[in-house]
């Protein structure tokens, strides 16, 4: 099993930054994925970022060149930049990680972008 919790979420205006974190339980190498989902009202949740344990990343065409995703295997740890925050950013994001064919989820962090 994989436990994940997210922090770094907040309230911020247009044009700002947020960094997430997420730390997981377990050594991040027996993890082949890490990825951020976001879900807004009324929305489906949505992929925005991933990252494998080679390091290669997928963004969500919305975020790109906004959002970087990283990790730091020795702080068992990922990270999402946020910069150049819109309203439409807005949305409880959430950390997942890919084990042994599951899908593990965080409790999720609100994201408010104001206008």
């Known amino acids: 099993q994989v436990q994940l919790v997210e922090s770094g979420g907040g309230l911020v205006q247009a044009g700002g930054s947020l960094r997430l974190s997420c730390a997981a339980s377990?050594?991040?190498?027996?993890?082949?994925?890490m990825a951020w989902y976001r879900q807004a009202p009324t929305k489906p949740r949505e992929l925005v970022a991933k990252?494998?344990?080679?390091?290669?990343?997928n963004y969500a065409d919305s975020v790109k060149g906004r959002f970087t995703i990283s990790r730091d295997n020795a702080k068992n740890t990922v990270y999402l930049q946020m910069n150049s925050l819109k309203p439409e950013d807005t949305a409880v994001y959430y950390c997942?990680?890919?084990?042994?064919?599951?899908?593990?989820w965080g409790q999720g962090t609100q994201v408010t972008v104001s206008s």
């Open positions: 377990r050594n991040m190498f027996t993890i082949s994925t």
């Open positions: 990252i494998t344990t080679g390091g290669s990343t």
């Open positions: 997942n990680a890919g084990f042994r064919s599951r899908d593990y």
